[in-house]
């Protein structure tokens, strides 16, 4: 992406000087990111997938960029509200909302309803407040990324049942239906399969837009696209992905005139502009193995412990991913900051009471000493919100917003008990 990942290694040095383990974010990562969306999309709306990184600094930045968002709970739905985003950028997608959820978000965020009851229980709400609530759909469609059928799942309504509840739906008078959501599936690095998907979104769009007879506003068509992790992961191809979509609007012009279409993402814009930096506490050997203990690890950057979990009970060569906890065997890598040149073969662990906190085994690095600092990259999404910060009482990793003007912003979570 044409920066310089190493220069922020004096930063990352003094930063070490104060913190034991910390979350850096790059903004000059999502600005290219974000700028790369754009161009190669022309006319799509991006939505930012908040729960990939809630961070103050992360959201203000995106928003800069012009992202709606994807809002998957009430403070996410707040938190870009009171930013002073649009009420229609804000879709709010997320099965078993309760009725209070409701109540709080109508009018701020366009709903997605994600169940036949839902829709129900958004009618009934948006009578007791007398208005009319544009709400989407979320979708289980009749195909997925692999297939031309489709597959149970928890989210959405399937497409079928759907159809045949239109006829009550209609009446309904206190919402409208001005769109539809569906998102399969996350970190997708193959483009064909994604064209594929995108394809049959469209044609399915043109059905729904015919049972529900008046013109869709949006069509959200989720996530998908992914960034490499593992060393062996090729880029995804999203200036050929970027002219498939352009293709598909222009061929379906005149069919879908007034549809926006949206596409999220979390992970594409910001995943890479975050470092994770852990430092080496202590170093021992036990029964010839050795072992160096970092800061934070499992409670810090959970997804590193969790593969090897996966890894340790999985007897498949390659275990499939589940985002956002797992995406493959050797997602992760570690770059110590040393002028060691002698190697050593190091289980890298944490410093939690519990034996599952490691987060590589036997693995060779550069012989480590206490104080050594251990990178970690690809931590700019699903890793500071995605940590059990609660357990053994330590205290969280603050993270550092680094500004495309060159300013660090702290901010600390908060720490559950004040005592
Ligand atoms: C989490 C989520 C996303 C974001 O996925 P990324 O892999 O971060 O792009 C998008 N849409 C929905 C509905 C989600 O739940």
């Known amino acids: 992406m044409g920066i310089n990942k190493n220069s922020n290694k004096q930063t990352i040095i003094k930063l070490s000087k104060e913190f034991n383990s910390f979350y850096l974010y790059d903004e000059k990562y999502i600005i290219t990111c974000a700028n790369e969306l754009k161009n190669n999309f022309k006319n799509v709306h991006f939505l930012y997938s908040i729960k990939a990184n809630p961070?103050?600094?992360?959201?203000?930045?995106?928003?800069?960029?012009g992202f709606g968002v994807d809002a998957a709970s009430v403070k996410e739905v707040m938190l870009a509200s009171n930013k002073?985003?649009?009420?229609?950028?804000?879709?709010y997608s997320a099965p078993g909302k309760t009725i209070q959820d409701i109540e709080i978000t109508l009018n701020h965020s366009i709903i997605i309803a994600d169940s036949l009851s839902e829709i129900k229980l958004i009618n009934k709400i948006a009578q007791n407040q007398s208005i009319k609530a544009n709400i989407g759909i979320r979708i289980n469609p009749d195909f997925s990324f692999d297939s031309i059928t489709g597959s149970s799942s928890k989210?959405?309504?399937d497409v079928d049942q759907l159809f045949s509840a239109l006829s009550w739906i209609k009446q309904l008078n206190n919402i409208n239906i001005i769109g539809?959501?569906?998102?399969?599936?996350?970190?997708?690095?193959?483009?064909?399969?994604?064209?594929?998907?995108?394809e049959n979104i469209f044609n399915?769009?043109?059905?729904?837009?015919?049972?529900?007879?008046h013109p869709l506003q949006f069509i959200n068509m989720g996530s998908g696209l992914g960034i490499p992790y593992a060393s062996e992961d090729k880029p995804l191809d999203i200036t050929r992905l970027g002219k498939k979509v352009s293709n598909l609007m222009e061929s379906f012009s005149s069919q879908l005139s007034q549809s926006q279409i949206y596409i999220e993402t979390?992970?594409?814009?910001?995943?890479?502009?975050g470092t994770y930096i852990t430092k080496v506490l202590d170093?021992?050997?036990?029964?010839?193995?050795?072992?160096?203990?970092?800061?934070?690890?499992?409670n810090g950057f959970m997804r590193l412990s969790l593969s090897q979990l996966v890894n340790q009970y999985n007897t498949s060569n390659n275990p499939k991913g589940t985002e956002p906890l797992f995406t493959s065997a050797n997602a992760f890598s570690f770059t110590p900051f040393t002028s060691e040149t002698e190697m050593e073969k190091i289980t890298l662990v944490g410093n939690l009471c519990t034996s599952a906190d490691i987060i590589a085994k036997d693995i060779i690095l550069p012989k480590l000493k206490p104080g050594d600092l251990i990178t970690i990259p690809n931590a700019?999404?699903?890793?500071?919100?995605?940590?059990?910060?609660?357990?053994?009482?330590?205290?969280?990793?603050?993270?550092?917003?680094?500004?495309?003007?060159?300013?660090?912003?702290?901010?600390?979570?908060?720490i559950i008990y004040d005592i």
């Open 180 to 198: 539809f959501h569906i998102h399969l599936q996350s970190q997708e690095l193959n483009v064909e399969r994604l064209e594929n998907y995108y």
């Open 266 to 273: 979390g992970r594409y814009l910001v995943g890479s502009s």
């Open 55 to 65: 961070n103050p600094m992360v959201l203000d930045s995106v928003l800069k960029q």
């Open 283 to 298: 170093k021992k050997i036990s029964c010839g193995k050795n072992y160096a203990i970092l800061h934070n690890t499992l």
């Open 380 to 414: 700019g999404c699903y890793a500071a919100s995605l940590s059990p910060i609660q357990f053994s009482s330590q205290t969280p990793p603050p993270e550092v917003f680094l500004t495309s003007d060159g300013r660090e912003i702290l901010t600390k979570r908060n």
């Open 155 to 157: 989210f959405g309504i």
């Open 204 to 213: 399915l769009a043109l059905s729904l837009q015919h049972e529900i007879k």
């Open 84 to 91: 002073g985003l649009a009420s229609k950028l804000i879709q």
